[in-house]
């Protein structure tokens, strides 16, 4: 299929436009033979992922296009609505057949906390019920890495109106259902507090926690969604750097022996176990549009340098406005943002740009180098990008159109100047001299 006719008229307007306002190309410097890390696919290929998703119809080609290394089941509040039953689990042992993966994928499986309604029958979120969740898993097969206790328990006594769930009181839940998986499987993991995103009170859940359970949990998480769906593009945009502080704060909270007295001299992992632009599931507003792909994949790109063990973006498919595919299969950005970033594999090299506003990550893999550049203003950018005498082999871009129309990512005309539309990514394959 040809680039979006309207993708071709936004090249041919810039190339139009006199040389004398032309601003000179957006320097992009490349160290190909100096690595950084392993790209971490956990975290660049993370998702969260439920029963509800659509993989009889979609399955097979998500599998295939925007392949996930690690999901984490059953994802938000379903995990506190719902019980972990043999029933769901036969069921996602179906869905992930369907995925035609070629290995068992990771999973970080949510045990269940919070009470059911008095009208509701009670509720499988004893240690009992933790230890049998496991049981059945290792009966099925599944791979799970990790055992999250509950989902964002900082919100019980806020939207779910039971003010007696304090840090406190979740953390002797932990300790009650760690001890229990950990009788069933010795080498388990377990992660939480998984508070969601509502800062400051969040942080502070968390902070207690931290203080009363460090020396249980080994896997510390949070959730990042700094909107509400709402506000200016480039602010939204600008939350991007809350993954950097946010890795930063809950680091040094770790090591703080004052506020992590029973745990500060263990070695844990972090991770961001829910991630978006915005909460607000209602709102298409920064989840299926433009500016919410290029916010998620570059939040992604940064957890993964900055050192996350995990992140799972939500969601994999489906849940009304969030979701790599809608309800009825149609892709959004955030598909085609997740499916170029599936192309880094490999290591990370050295990367800067000279322009704030210009993202660029890359990723070598033997002799291939592959260059995701994330162009978050509202004007076009033309780049330079100097790689070290690696020379350009293929590039692809696409625009928020080109998802409309359900295109392939149009072709970069090749050149020492290579130019990037308002609001698009792109990817850059290079080859060794």
Known sequence: MS????????????????????????????????????????VTAGYNFGNWMQMAEYGEEMGREAPPAALRFPGGNVGDETDLSEHSLNTLVSLLGLLKQPHPIPLMVQTRVFQAKPSEAPAANRPEDAAAAVRMAQARGLRVKYWEIGNEPDLFAVTRGDPSWTAERYCDVFRAQAAAIRAVDPAARIAGPAVSGAVPAATTFAERFVHECGDVVDLLTW??????????????????????????????????????????????GFGVTEFGLSWRTDRPTFLSDMPGALWAVETALRLAKGGAEVAHYFAYQGVVNHGLLDTAGAPRPTFYGFRMLNALRGEFVATRSADAQVWAHAAREGETLRVLILNSAEAPRDIAVDAGGWSVLDGRQFVADTVDQEAPPASMAPGPVLHLAPHSMSLLTFKRP
């Open 223 to 268: 959730h990042i969604y700094p909107t509400e769906g709402n506000g200016r593009t480039d602010d939204a945009l600008a939350t991007v750097r809350n993954a950097d502080s946010e890795l930063r704060y809950y680091r040094e909270l770790w090591a703080d022996p004052a506020r992590n007295p029973r745990g500060h001299t263990r070695k844990i």
């Open 3 to 42: 680039a979006p006719r309207k993708f071709h008229r936004l090249v041919a307007f810039a190339a139009a436009l006199p040389l004398c306002v032309l601003a000179a190309p957006v320097a992009i410097h490349i160290a190909p033979d100096t690595p950084l890390m392993a790209v971490n696919r956990d």
